[in-house]
């Protein structure tokens, strides 16, 4: 009986079953994708929120402005120099195993791929566009619309501004804690739609696309899980290692959130519950609140990993030899496109379409990412997934460089069995 209440269980029966539907009714499936579409409507409905109180609560208690500021560049660099090597290593997978080579293009129409160009071309792209883009023009309405980079941009001034009011705030701080415990109970509220959700998504991708689709395009679907897989447990394995935690731990830790992103194919879906989860763990809420929501937009390793092998993909599928020099303006035109990418479902083939089109002379044909169309949504399902242990790792990782992760031995719920010598200190020192 309490096997069949666990969320775990639940979502994965779910998966299971849209598969199944998925299958046997292919056209009735078709439509099931609503229930997905409502359950990420629900989610992203808190998250602006939620991110706004979490930065602010943990901004007003820490007081040090110059640990905030540290903290925020210590992310940033890190943000970059991940992601970087994350596209590095897309790119060297694929000159290495040449999965687009001996494809056949003679199909390919580029009205397939028109609504995705269309919708890069409406995006602004360009860099001082997407700076400009990150102060609001109205704070209610970057809420309202659920804009992540404005609504983040406020909330770190307005938790600087406590932080410099200090005392004198304090009945606002405790306000905002109470205000933050009903949205995480909001949350809890929604979860238990998940496995609806989860069901209905799977039975949309089968319906829609067929079992078939799982299996076409098989040698560049594997080059992308094999190169994921790579980066989650060798790259980021390596990095948890140093920082003393371990980064299976860590993913038993958020497996619920994990297969919640399988189903959905969003890693937005799990972010509330995600930011609760690292709390949990260790980091504080300070790191966690300006971490995680920065690291939906400035630290997507799947999706990174994905665009570098993608647009490969489409240049070997058509015969194209790229030198150096065209490789490396690749890769700098995808560091700066990529930033843009939200965390939700096709946002990765729209900034795709970006990236091809801004690069000079059209080196890879735009129309070549009608290609990938049919197997994009089960390769979301694999960068969703990266995304969000990215930015878990990201998390831990700074609250330890910043001696801000604090293991709750006493918790049933902590995972960590190894404590780095640097957060010893950090906990005596905090119970003075």
Request: hydrophobic fraction near 50%; charged fraction near 15%.
């Amino acid at each position: 009986m309490r096997l069949g209440k666990n969320l775990t269980v639940q979502v994965l029966v779910a998966i299971v079953l849209g598969i199944a539907v998925g299958v046997i009714f292919p056209q009735q499936a078709d439509n099931l994708k609503i229930l997905s579409d409502i359950f990420v409507k629900m989610i992203k409905m808190v998250i602006a929120p939620i991110v706004f109180f979490t930065i602010v609560i943990g901004f007003s208690g820490m007081g040090d402005l110059k640990k905030i500021g540290r903290i925020g560049g210590k992310a940033l660099l890190y943000f970059e120099i991940i992601t970087t090597f994350a596209m590095a290593i897309g790119i060297a997978v694929m000159y290495m195993f040449h999965p687009g080579a001996g494809m056949n293009t003679s199909a390919v129409k580029a009205a397939d791929v028109a609504k995705y160009t269309k919708q890069a071309a409406d995006s602004s792209h360009g860099f001082l566009d997407f700076i400009t883009g990150v102060v609001p023009d109205n704070v209610m309405a970057a809420f309202a619309k659920g804009d992540m980079l404005p609504v983040l941009f406020f909330s770190v001034l307005f938790g600087l501004a406590m932080a410099g009011l200090g005392d004198r705030v304090k009945p606002v701080t405790t306000f905002f804690e109470k205000t933050n415990e009903v949205f995480f109970r909001i949350v809890a509220i929604i979860m238990k739609f998940s496995p609806i959700a989860a069901f209905g998504a799977m039975s949309y991708t089968i319906g829609k696309f067929g079992v078939h689709s799982l299996f076409s395009l098989g040698k560049m679907m594997g080059s992308v899980y094999v190169t994921m897989a790579l980066f989650i447990f060798v790259v980021l394995g390596t990095i948890c290692k140093i920082y003393g935690f371990s980064i299976f731990k860590l993913l038993r830790f958020i497996k619920e959130e994990l297969l919640l992103v399988l189903g959905t194919s969003s890693s937005e879906s799990a972010l509330p519950r995600v930011m609760e989860k690292l709390e949990k763990f260790g980091a504080s809420k300070p790191v966690v609140g300006l971490v995680v929501p920065t690291g939906y937009s400035f630290n997507l390793d799947g999706t990174s990993i994905y665009l570098s092998m993608a647009g490969l993909f489409i240049a070997q599928a058509y015969g194209v030899h790229l030198d150096w020099i065209q490789v490396l303006t690749f890769l700098g035109v995808l560091m700066l496109t990529s930033k843009g990418a939200a965390g939700v479902t096709g946002s990765g083939f729209v900034t795709l379409a970006a990236t091809l089109a801004a690069i000079p002379n059209n080196v890879i044909p735009i129309e070549g990412m009608a290609l990938l169309i049919g197997v994009d949504r089960f390769m979301s399902e694999a960068r969703a997934i990266t995304n969000i242990i990215g930015n878990s790792v990201a998390t831990i990782v700074i609250a330890k460089s910043e001696n801000q992760f604090h293991p709750n031995p006493d918790s049933d719920s902590s995972p960590v069995l190894q404590v780095s010598k640097e957060t010893l200190p950090v906990k005596k020192a905090s119970s003075l």
